[in-house]
């Protein structure tokens, strides 16, 4: 059997990770003590009638990728690791023998085209057979069903059952069990569903066995295993995740962004052609993260992710640049993948009279979807060839004249077309993002471009980010907010982690600091999930003029930058100090109901008093509401042994007028409500 003793070595040495890197952080906090002791009030003055840009009612979305295990082993509700046996070329990898079975990657009993290779098991007595241990563990409830599914067939001298069932590994209990009789030497599908009773106890020590109650051969594949989803979906999500982003109310998902649309190689890219019809004809392929993905969550799946959460897909197509580098140039070498992007507009919007629009209504959705972005590529400020300028012109020029309506996203600064929007990437230390956090007041507002943050994140805390991250990165959304007129979209990255196992080549954990952790059974929002909530969730739709006085400071002293001379890196002079804020608001107006909505961060580790002076306004509500997020430490943070640490507190403010006074707690991200007239 799997040795899954090795789960909790490997989450102790995880743990340990965990405490090594909080000592760091907590040395980078040291690092900023000299922060302004600020004796005075802050002032803020709120021009309740003064506006200054509406707030982009698409400011607040989501990106996704297959990174650490974000839909293999994270949200697609598969249980089954590895379950088409495509994981390695040389071994059924993930798959263990029960008993003295014989496992062999057979190339010569293929499913199809697709799934061109199938697991060959020979059981030399009854009981003989294989097991899953699924993603770090099979994840099982009380009273619940489990929706398994195989391909199986002999070699027409084994008549006996097939028992299929969800094991403890601990105990060897038998926690849910069914059986398949009547196995034929033709490929042939078969549906169980396995139900738990309701006096097990919720567990992820388990794994999945398929064993045969005589000698015998028989070959297998696309073995599955799926818990309830989300809105029951078949092929769907797990439930946890979905109610998580829920919970943030987003308005887009970035579908697929980063490395994984690229891919490695050309071979390797999204192509979302393999990713749609039934599963078991998705051919799969490798992440650039290092690890297989089944392909299960296809384009379909995404979108209807999107569905799901009532968000809008923002597609990203892949534009000819892969992330080792290799792209070809504009012109005819393009024009397939040109041709590509334009079909998956089409698979994504077109009616059933378009072909592609056909085919998704073939898979079994008529209604086409809302659209209104087209990312261009990723991160192609990479590509040192020059070629994007052209390699964007040639996309845009295609899709704007089939889809004038069409908002378009460069990845990287061009000069032949004006991008709609301009995708910018951030991820930075708290410091970093508190000192950029007015970068955005300066910008042009001339230009036609508008910006889009796809990717951004203050990368403190692993593998989620804590109490310093959400400051950070509330600091950073005040500024996105205050200039939502110009920033229009704007999603964090990477979402997800599963934090199974933080080293060695098969671990869970490709990238540190990331919104949402889990293991098998459970999930935590980081603070920087909550902060990001809580932005998403309080904002009017009108930008208020602002002005303030008194804000405290800090000096910092930015790192030098690295520089690469004859391929040795060197670490460069250091920059000036800087003069760097440490707190940070910005204030919109709901026109509907009149509500003000003030959002202030105080990085400080002191309290910190604020005047607020509201003027404009005939009338000020008595009342109003306060949230806050807060934490004695920047070190402090949410794990999945303590997912709640740090969450938000809200409450009733009474006492309101055109002018009060606050008190801001440490270390605190507080939105004030107040009703106006
Ligand atoms: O978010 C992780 C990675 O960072 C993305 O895949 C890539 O776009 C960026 O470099």
């Given at each position: 059997m799997y040795p899954f003793n090795c789960y909790s070595l490997a989450h102790s040495c995880f743990r340990s990770l965990v405490l090594i890197l909080s000592g760091v952080v907590g040395w980078e906090a040291a690092a900023r003590a000299d922060a302004a002791v600020s004796p005075q009030p802050v002032q803020l003055t709120i021009h309740a009638d003064r506006p200054v840009g509406k707030v982009s009612p698409t400011l607040y979305g989501l990106m996704t990728e297959e990174i650490n295990f974000s839909y293999e082993g994270g949200l697609y509700g598969e249980l089954v690791r590895n379950r088409s046996f495509k994981a390695s070329h040389s071994e059924p990898k993930y798959w263990q023998p029960v008993g003295n079975a014989s496992l062999t990657l057979d190339t010569?009993?293929?499913?199809n085209g697709a799934l061109n290779v199938s697991l060959k098991l020979v059981a030399e007595q009854a009981g003989d057979g294989v097991a899953n241990p699924g993603y770090w563990g099979i994840p099982v409830h009380p009273h619940k069903h489990y929706h398994a599914s195989l391909y199986a067939k002999t070699d027409g001298n084994f008549h006996g059952t097939l028992t299929v069932a969800i094991v403890n590994t601990n105990t060897g209990k038998v926690l849910a069990r069914e059986k398949i009789t009547g196995i034929g030497s033709e490929w042939h599908p078969y549906e169980l569903v396995l139900t738990t009773s309701y006096w097990i106890d919720s567990s992820k020590s388990n794994c999945l066995t398929l064993t045969l109650d005589g000698p015998g051969t028989v070959w297998l594949q696309q073995v599955s295993l799926f818990p309830p989803t989300y809105l029951g979906r078949t092929n769907g999500n797990r439930t946890d995740l979905m109610e998580l982003q829920a919970a943030m109310?987003?308005?887009?998902?970035?579908?697929?962004?980063?490395?994984y649309l690229e891919g490695d190689t050309f071979a390797e890219r999204f192509n979302w052609k393999n990713t749609i019809g039934p599963v078991e004809q998705r051919p799969g392929h490798r992440s650039p993260w290092n690890y297989w993905s089944t392909d299960g969550l296809g384009l379909l799946e995404y979108l209807e992710w999107c569905e799901d959460l009532h968000m809008e897909p923002l597609l990203a197509v892949f534009a000819g640049y892969t992330l080792k580098h290799d792209h070809v140039d504009a012109g005819p070498a393009l024009q397939p993948y040109v041709q590509e992007a334009l079909d998956e507009i089409e698979y994504v919007t077109g009616d059933a009279s378009t072909v592609w629009g056909a085919r998704r209504v073939a898979d079994g959705h008529p209604a086409p979807f809302p659209l209104h972005y087209i990312e261009i590529g990723n991160e192609d400020t990479f590509d040192r060839s020059g070629s994007y300028d052209g390699r964007f012109a040639q996309f845009y020029d295609a899709i704007k004249a089939k889809y004038p309506q069409l908002q378009l996203i460069a990845t990287a600064k061009v000069k032949k077309r004006t991008p709609d929007l301009l995708d910018e990437h951030f991820y930075r230390t708290e410091e970093e993002m508190e000192a950029h956090?007015?970068?955005?007041?300066?910008?042009?507002?001339?230009?036609h471009t508008k910006i889009f943050v796809g990717e951004w994140a203050t990368r403190v805390g692993a593998p989620t980010p804590n109490m310093a991250g959400a400051l950070g990165d509330a600091a950073w959304m005040t500024g996105m907010e205050r200039n939502s007129d110009l920033v229009l979209i704007s999603s964090y990255a990477p979402m997800f982690v599963n934090v199974s196992e933080s080293s060695g080549p098969d671990r869970s954990i490709q990238w540190k600091s990331d919104l949402i952790g889990y293991d098998a059974l459970t999930s935590y929002g980081s603070p920087s999930y909550y902060a990001q909530q809580m932005f998403s969730t309080h904002h009017g739709d009108t930008i208020l003029r602002t002005e303030d006085a008194n804000i405290p400071t800090y000096t910092w002293q930015p790192p030098a930058k690295k520089e690469k001379k004859d391929k040795t890196e060197k670490t460069g002079k250091l920059p000036p100090k800087q003069k760097v804020p440490s707190v940070f608001y910005d204030a919109t107006r709901d026109s509907t109901t009149g509500m003000i909505i003030l959002k202030v961060v105080n990085a400080q580790v002191i309290t910190q008093t604020v005047n607020i002076t509201l003027t404009g306004v005939s009338k000020v509500g008595s009342w109003g509401h306060l949230t806050v997020l807060r934490a004695g430490s920047r070190d402090e943070t949410n794990a999945l042994n303590d997912p709640k640490k740090i969450v938000p507190e809200s409450r009733t403010l009474h006492g309101l007028g055109p002018e009060f006074t606050t008190e801001l707690p440490p270390l605190s991200i507080s939105i004030f409500e107040v009703k106006a007239k």
């Open positions: 010569n009993a293929p499913l109310r987003p308005a887009f998902l970035r579908l697929p962004g980063g490395n956090a007015h970068d955005y007041d300066a910008y042009a507002r001339t230009n």
